[in-house]
């Protein structure tokens, strides 16, 4: 259950946890938090531990620049490091940085890495159980890993052929398509979690993790149905927080491993995680002639700059063009 929020305690003494603490107050995501403590610490290992109330813009320039020069970090990550220490100054310190002179990181296109549609055929074909479902519903769905992972029973529209996926990345809640081939399937997952839920209420268990707000907000929904989730834990653990004995869903360590398998068993050489089947999805949607909104709106880009990188991994490239030799 590592999605869930750790406890910080009452009035924490530890900067990283009075940190945790401030970002939980101010209703901001659990991976945006992950994300900030992570660069925040590193950023207090860089400078020898030197607590960060007695530093301020020329370390946090010293650290930027760093990372852009000797890292080669992208340019979309050293925009996060500097969110994160401009948050704690901000907020926890109550100090503006002021004007910063770091080195800027260089712009990188990186094109995403894609499977034809029979190379994501022939790995699914080669996985087993909920992770070869899960893998068919982010190909198939777009979705990415966690949000795959974190749907619930009610996420599924089947009337409307849609999956509304909740709490995706940003913190924002999106539709998207739900495949028609798959409805046998998703019906018959159904149907297992039903019996699985009926099994564990029977035992004494049947609670689900909800968010905080919807916990309160709901306070019986954790033991219905509609909120269980779709890919569930093979076993019930210990909530971290509570101590509830509950279970969660499947943990992506499990899709990681059978994809693995999966690309062994059919001699593919290209790198495929989770996400190059998200990849995949928007490629093929470019291809049968979608547009970029459209396509941006079921991934659920912010930014449309980011769909625009689909255009370039098209096999006739994003002009077009055709070589000498067709």
Request: glycine share 8%.
């Amino acid at each position: 259950m590592d999605d869930i929020r750790r406890p910080v305690g009452v009035k924490p003494k530890k900067l990283l946890d009075q940190l945790r603490e401030l970002m939980r107050s101010r209703d901001m995501s659990y991976a945006t938090e992950k994300t900030y403590i992570h660069w925040i610490r590193q950023y207090i290992y860089f400078h020898k531990k030197k607590h960060p109330k007695d530093m301020g813009a020329p370390e946090v320039d010293q650290y930027l620049s760093w990372l852009a020069v000797q890292r080669e970090v992208a340019p979309g990550t050293q925009s996060i490091v500097l969110n994160a220490l401009v948050f704690m100054y901000r907020h926890q310190f109550e100090r503006e940085l002021g004007s910063l002179k770091f080195e800027r990181a260089r712009p990188k296109r990186r094109i995403p890495q894609v499977m034809s549609h029979e190379e994501a055929i022939s790995i699914i074909s080669e996985m087993r159980g909920m992770p070869q479902l899960a893998a068919k519903l982010m190909y198939g769905s777009g979705l990415r890993a966690t949000e795959c992972l974190s749907l619930r029973v009610k996420d599924f529209d089947f009337r409307m052929h849609e999956i509304i996926v909740r709490f995706g990345k940003g913190g924002k809640d999106r539709r998207t398509l739900l495949p028609g081939s798959l409805m046998d399937e998703l019906h018959t997952q159904v149907k297992r979690v039903e019996h699985l839920h009926k099994e564990d209420m029977a035992q004494g268990y049947g609670s689900v993790y909800m968010p905080t707000a919807l916990a309160r907000k709901y306070p019986n929904a954790a033991k219905e149905t509609g909120w269980q989730f779709f890919f569930p834990s093979a076993r019930i653990a210990a909530d971290p927080v509570t101590g509830t004995q509950r279970r969660h869903h499947l943990h992506a360590s499990r899709i990681r491993k059978e994809i693995t398998r999966a690309r062994r068993s059919t001699g593919l050489t290209k790198h495929i995680t989770a996400h190059t089947f998200r990849h995949s999805f928007a490629t093929r949607l470019l291809e049968s002639g979608y547009d970029l909104r459209t396509i941006q709106e079921l991934l659920g880009h912010t930014d449309i700059k980011t769909t625009e990188i689909y255009t370039h991994v098209l096999n006739k490239g994003g002009r077009g063009v055709q070589g000498p030799l067709g």
